[in-house]
């Protein structure tokens, strides 16, 4: 799979193509993906995706929307459903003043699509007035076709990235599991951080995590680690470690791998959330944070033996 980071460096001679945001790649996306790449192949073209950074609803509304996946984690979901092409343009104000006209037109020139799959309420261009049916009467111009894949619902409704985000960060792991279809990760590289881990025998790595990223409420969960090819059980903390840092403002991102003991500092470590065990509580005494901690290993074991 190739991944650009700006439209301009891409030069297809066909394609079959899709355009969204696609944060999370969840099960709704992976309809539309799967599909995209089986018809795809089907007719010798490579499959493309057509992505957004930062999130369109961030740049034009001013807020901060915290997205489920980077640029490349969500790559690298793509590629994993068989993805030929991935670019990744930024989104910026410019960008959204051009006409559903003007952006196919660029689009055809670097990608040339032969064909657009798009989601049942997807709208591009200034305004959103490239919908379903101005992006046909286009199509019919510029020799593209338009085909529209309905919304994946299930017993919740349509699944949708928001609906995601929220429950991750009300701490309801499970529920947005089920609408990812896979469990969700945060990582990034193992940084030194106070070192009081090590002073009561719980040594923890600290990890610098992309702060843009929906985190769950602060407090412990079990998680899988994994440590390239590895995978350990560990007992993580996402919080402001008020025992010893009460005027922290940040939160952390701290896991305990069981059954481990070595120096990983500059490595990359991923944590897959399988549930939460408990809030983040200050303790009166370091003897009851270290019982406290025993608990949480033994929970997390227990539910990931």
Known sequence: MQHYHSLETVSLQTSWLTIGVFDGVHRGHCEIIRKLVSDAHAHHAPAVVLTFDPHPAAVLTGKEIRCLTTPDERADLLAGLGVDVVITQRFTRDLSTATALEYMTRLKESLSPAHLLIGYDFALGKGREGNAARLAEIGRELRYAVEIV?????????????????????????????LLGYRYQI?????????????????TANIDYPKGKVMPPNGIYACWAHLGEQKFMAATNIGLNPTFTPERQIPSLEAYLLDFDRDIYGETLQLEF????????????????????????????????
């Open 150 to 178: 309905p919304a994946l619902s299930d017993e919740s409704g349509v699944i949708s990235s928001t609906e995601i985000r929220k429950l991750i960060s009300t701490g309801n792991l499970a529920e947005a599991s089920k």
């Open 187 to 203: 990582g990034g590289e193992v940084i030194h951080g106070e070192g009081r881990g090590k002073t009561i025998n719980f040594p």
């Open 274 to 305: 399988v549930a939460r065990l408990r809030d983040e509580i200050r303790y009166t005494s370091v003897d009851a944070l270290i019982k406290q901690i025993h608990d949480d290993v033994d929970k997390t074991r227990g539910l990931l033996s």
